[in-house]
């Protein structure tokens, strides 16, 4: 006979009572740490923009300094002109090599052969 007797079937229901109640747990869990994990990660990128801000600061007026310390060699109008044209070579330097760097990174692009006939690589 294929007869259950109700104990069994109340504790199949019991069981899976359980199993969904342990299920429901967990993913409440899950969601607590991924809020915790998100807060924690915007706290850091709030303080590492607060740091880059801080560090723009910091660069004008150690650019400031520089001038300061030439301008007692020289008249101030000057030593802010040396300090600036410093800052556009550099800029310039830095421009140039950032080109040269993508244009190695980059893939080659097709070019046309002498007769025309298609592109090739």
Do not use: C, Y
Request: hydrophobic fraction near 60%.
């Amino acid at each position: 006979m294929t007869h259950t007797s109700p104990r069994l079937g109340g504790a199949a229901k019991a069981v899976a009572d359980r199993a969904r109640s342990i299920v429901r747990l967990e993913l409440q869990l899950a969601a607590t740490e991924l809020k915790r994990k998100v807060a924690a990660l915007g706290i850091g990128i709030a303080m590492l923009v607060g740091a880059a801000l801080l560090s723009v600061f910091a660069l004008a007026f150690a650019l400031a300094t520089v001038a300061a310390a030439i301008a007692t060699a020289v008249s101030t109008w000057l030593a802010l002109l040396i300090v600036t044209g410093g800052l556009v070579l550099l800029v310039g330097v830095l421009a140039a090599l950032g080109i040269g760097a993508i244009r190695k990174g980059a893939p080659p692009s097709p070019t046309l052969p002498a007769n025309g006939d298609g592109p090739t690589s």
